[in-house]
């Protein structure tokens, strides 16, 4: 591991190796927290911004990768899960359930298997860009990539 990468973004690069994926992380020292800031900093589209949320479904969490430019519907995602009820989740259960903060949760590699559903909106994108680990560190892939490498289905997420 290099002195100057993060150890979370650095398991983000193992992860992404594992699954033969080659990524390119790129730290943003004023932050990527949310989409806007990340878009800004990147130079692209809010559209191009994968927002990881983290869910509970009738007690099971979740993750739901939305585009940058869309809110998610809360019971489109309870339906998708096979569930009634989706509540938020704080910030320890994020970093508990994923390995990471919010705001700097990627498509894999987290501490426990969640099921993933993912907006098709992000699919109109050449490249999209997540979170690394961090709220500074962001990577580029393509969207058909994103979702074989988080095991997502596509499904409409958007409010």
Same mark, same amino acid.
């Given at each position: 591991?290099?002195?100057?990468?993060?150890?979370?973004?650095?398991?983000?690069?193992?992860?992404?190796?594992?699954?033969?994926?080659?990524?390119?992380?790129?730290?943003?020292?004023?932050?990527?927290?949310?989409? !806007?800031?990340?878009?800004?900093?990147? =130079? %692209?589209?809010?559209?191009?911004?994968?927002?990881? @949320?983290?869910?509970? /479904? #009738?007690?099971?969490?979740?993750?739901?990768?939305?585009?940058?430019?869309?809110?998610?519907?809360?019971?489109?995602?309870?339906?998708?899960?096979?569930?009634?009820?989706?509540?938020?989740?704080?910030?320890?259960?994020?970093?508990? !359930?994923?390995?990471?903060?919010?705001? =700097? %949760?990627?498509?894999?590699?987290?501490?426990?298997? @969640?099921?993933?559903? /993912? #907006?098709?909106?992000?699919?109109?994108?050449?490249?999209?860009?997540?979170?690394?680990?961090?709220?500074?560190?962001?990577?580029?892939?393509?969207?058909?990539?994103?979702?074989?490498?988080?095991?997502?289905?596509?499904?409409?997420?958007?409010?």
């Amino acid at each position: 591991m290099s002195a100057d990468v993060h150890p979370n973004v650095q398991r983000v690069i193992d992860a992404a190796s594992g699954l033969g994926l080659d990524i390119s992380p790129q730290r943003f020292p004023d932050g990527t927290k949310t989409a !806007a800031d990340a878009a800004a900093a990147i =130079g %692209v589209h809010v559209g191009q911004i994968v927002k990881s @949320l983290i869910f509970s /479904v #009738d007690g099971r969490l979740v993750v739901a990768y939305v585009s940058g430019k869309n809110q998610l519907d809360e019971s489109k995602l309870a339906m998708a899960a096979g569930g009634t009820a989706c509540e938020r989740v704080d910030a320890d259960t994020v970093r508990t !359930a994923t390995g990471y903060p919010i705001g =700097g %949760v990627p498509p894999f590699g987290h501490a426990t298997d @969640l099921a993933t559903f /993912v #907006d098709p909106d992000l699919l109109a994108y050449e490249e999209v860009w997540a979170a690394a680990g961090t709220w500074h560190d962001v990577f580029g892939i393509a969207p058909k990539r994103l979702v074989e490498a988080s095991g997502g289905s596509v499904v409409d997420l958007k409010r």
